[in-house]
């Protein structure tokens, strides 16, 4: 997503995962904390969701420079008012974008509030160096400048189009369109140039290695070349570039059954999958499923829950698709919860990409819930994020989770919001909050409190008349 983005593959055509961090000093002393499991929650009251909201979208409004762009991260370690870093990127500014509607829809800011920081991002947005519609993986939060070098270590940042990130700026801006007429003929204009295409590797059914149908992770644009992978994972959040590509009709709905539900069986992957092939629209889909302490899932790439669950914060995939990724969201919850409390015996749980509690930024996860051999490791290290994405199939145990971490560890600060991770076998808590997991925050705790309010874009056009139907037909084999 949004952090020093690397690329890796796994077999021809398989799905990539972006995402590696900076380094970041982080120097308080580790405390110990009880390893026990989470007590019940405290009754779930509305005035305690919003002040966890109020709290979190504070800390976007910190992160948010004069300039009307959401920077990457703020440390809460030091004294006084905390200072953005310089990076930002697409995922970011989407971030501060709907974090912004969500405030206003809840009664946090008023209307004219929110039409000044959306009209001043947008601004923002319309002076960004871009290409080919499409915007870069980082720039100055400041001044809107192409970054050129990293801010803590001064090394080279090559020109890239990621298209994941894109997705996340594109959905903000729709969102910023929908809650704002004034706005909406201006971010219009700024989104017509936005063609999906771009990324996307037409399918070939005599050839699906070299031309599978996917999306390229992206392009290098001083050298024009394109990533030498397509994202191909579908439970993962590239997703929602193909979302959006299929709904504007700048990508074919057969692009849907191009990606892949596991690798396909002679690949290497974390396990051999059970399933079977099956032909729609075309494209002989290889139906494929692991199993997790007995139950079929469709997994993730590398195990994460933001791979699997940001999506749904905004495309209601539970509601179009009762039969396939109602039951799919509900299992890998399930089995981030069990990897926490029983076979780790960590006492917490919920693992994503997120700060290195002792400084830098990391992927964890569960690795058999990710095709990646490798897969994401949780190593103790839960991040309060991934909670707040399982509430629509856990909610008790999240907020019994998050109400844990707090207790147990101080991880919720007051006025900012929860911090970004904790090392619970160490006790070590992060200095920093993260834009892209307090956006996640923000859409979780808005959709909690007022269901609907972040997804009226994505319920309407293109995507009631094109992706609601094809996540209707969609069968998994688990």
């Known amino acids: 997503m949004d952090r020093r983005s690397f690329l890796t593959a796994a077999g021809t055509g398989a799905a990539a995962l972006t995402l ?11 405390v110990a904390a009880p390893h026990r499991p989470p007590s019940p929650p405290p009754a779930a009251t509305a005035p305690t969701l919003h002040r966890w909201f109020r709290d ?3 800390s976007i409004e910190v992160m948010t420079t004069d300039f009307g762009l959401t920077a ?3 440390d809460l370690s030091g004294p006084g008012r905390p200072v953005p870093s310089r990076q930002t990127s697409p995922t970011n500014i989407g971030c501060g974008l709907w974090s912004t509607v969500a405030a206003a829809g809840l009664g946090v800011i008023s209307r004219g509030a929110m039409h000044r920081s959306l009209a001043r991002t947008v601004a923002a947005v319309e002076e960004l160096e871009r290409h080919h519609g499409f915007w870069l993986n980082w720039y100055d939060a400041y ?28 959905a903000g801006l729709r969102i910023a369109a929908d809650a704002d007429p004034a706005l909406r003929r201006r971010i219009t204009r700024v989104l017509a140039a936005a063609d999906w295409s771009f990324f996307h590797t037409p399918y070939d059914p005599t050839d699906p290695a070299a031309r599978p149908g996917q999306l390229r992770g992206g392009y290098w644009t001083d050298t024009g070349e394109p990533t030498g992978h397509h ?10 570039a193909s979302y959006l590509g299929i709904a504007d009709g700048s990508l074919p709905p057969q692009h849907y059954w191009c990606l892949y539900r596991t690798m396909l069986p002679e690949w290497e992957q974390e396990q051999t999958p059970g399933g079977a092939y099956v032909q729609v629209d075309g494209v ?3 139906n494929g499923h692991y199993l997790h302490r007995g139950r079929k899932v469709v997994p993730s790439w590398g195990g994460s829950m933001f791979e699997a669950l940001m999506v749904p914060l905004f495309v209601p995939e539970p509601e179009w698709s009762p039969h396939a990724w109602g039951p799919s969201h509900r299992r890998y919850v399930r089995g981030q919860i069990e990897h926490g409390l029983v076979e780790e015996g960590y006492g917490y749980w919920g693992f994503s990409p997120s700060n290195v509690p002792s400084g ?28 707040f994405l399982a509430l629509p199939q856990a909610r008790d145990e999240a907020l019994a989770n998050l109400t844990a971490l707090a207790r147990d560890f101080g991880a919720y600060h007051e006025g900012y919001g929860f911090r970004d991770s904790v090392d619970v076998r160490t006790g070590r808590v992060s200095d920093f909050v993260l834009a892209l997991d307090q956006g996640m925050i ?28 094809l996540l209707a037909r969609e069968r998994f084999s688990i």
Not at 20 to 30: K, L
Not at 446 to 461: C, K, M, S, V, Y
């Open 20 to 30: 590696a961090g900076a380094p970041a000093a982080n120097a308080a002393a580790p």
């Open 56 to 58: 979190t979208f504070r």
């Open 72 to 74: 990457d991260k703020v």
């Open 143 to 170: 001044d809107g400048s192409t970054l050129e070098r990293w801010p803590e270590t001064g090394e080279e940042v090559r020109p890239f189009l990621s298209s994941v990130d894109n997705a996340w700026l594109v």
């Open 231 to 240: 994202y191909g994972a579908l439970n993962t959040e590239p997703r929602m």
């Open 284 to 286: 002989r889909v290889w």
């Open 360 to 387: 830098g930024y990391r992927e964890y996860g569960v690795d058999a819930l990710g095709m990646q051999t490798e897969g994401y490791r949780s190593d103790g290290v839960v991040t309060p994020h991934a909670s």
């Open 442 to 469: 923000a859409a979780a705790l808005a959709q909690e409190l007022r269901p609907g309010l972040l997804q009226r874009p994505f319920r309407t056009g293109g995507f009631a008349t094109r992706v609601k139907p």
